[in-house]
């Protein structure tokens, strides 16, 4: 039995050695014609891609649309985008746990200096900065303010704009949508203001 399991486990880490390059990114002309393939398919079924109108679906499931218009539609038409953030959830999960050796997030050296001086000594080391989503940081009430505030944002704007970056930058730009092409310009005009202006005055 023991040599069985020595065997099994052999094999098992040779496989996994010889699919090192799972864990590498992924380069622009492999996963840019994969994103194309997945947009050119849901235009041939007709269907729009976002995540943000997930939001709604679910608002609706759970019994929205008796208060407000907004939620009244046929969310069954829509329930197929439910199973996309399924499959991120899941997805992020089996690549964060299984699939990542480094947590570490390549940017440049001088982002991660200007941003070790605005507090966050933990830039460059984690995809998502601790000062912000540690659990001791839920207990702060300015972390708390900042995520709370940002999300309002969020979620209000892409609902304001019809959808969100990836409706919009994507499955939008792919369908040669003009109103997703200024949304686009304004959320990169957001970015840039954020990051230059409002970014340094908040920490």
């Known amino acids: ?10 094999f098992f880490v040779k496989n996994i050695n010889q699919m090192n390059w799972i864990y590498e990114p992924w380069p ?9 393939l997945i947009m050119f398919l849901l235009l041939m079924l007709g269907k729009n891609f976002g995540m943000s109108a997930n939001l709604r679906t679910m608002c609706t499931i759970c019994g929205a649309g008796n208060k407000a218009d907004f939620f009244k539609f046929d969310w069954k038409a829509q329930k197929w985008n439910l199973i996309v953030i399924l499959g991120a959830i899941i997805g992020g999960f089996i690549g964060s746990h299984f699939l990542t050796k480094d947590m570490a997030v390549a940017i440049t050296p001088n982002t991660i200096s200007d941003l070790n001086e605005l507090g966050f000594n933990s830039a460059g080391k984690f995809y998502l900065p601790n000062e912000l989503f540690e659990t001791d940081s839920l207990l702060n009430l300015k972390s708390i303010l900042i995520l709370a505030i940002g999300g309002l944002f969020v979620g209000f704007g892409a609902r304001y704009a019809g ?7 994507i499955s939008g730009l792919s369908n040669l949508q003009l109103p997703s092409l200024v949304a686009v310009i304004g959320f990169f005009i957001g970015g840039l203001v954020m990051i230059h202006f409002l970014f340094p005055l908040i920490f």
């Open 1 to 10: 039995m023991l040599q069985l399991m020595d065997i099994k486990y052999f």
């Open 163 to 169: 959808g969100c970056t990836s409706g919009h930058a």
């Open 28 to 36: 622009w002309y492999i996963s840019g014609p994969m994103i194309a």
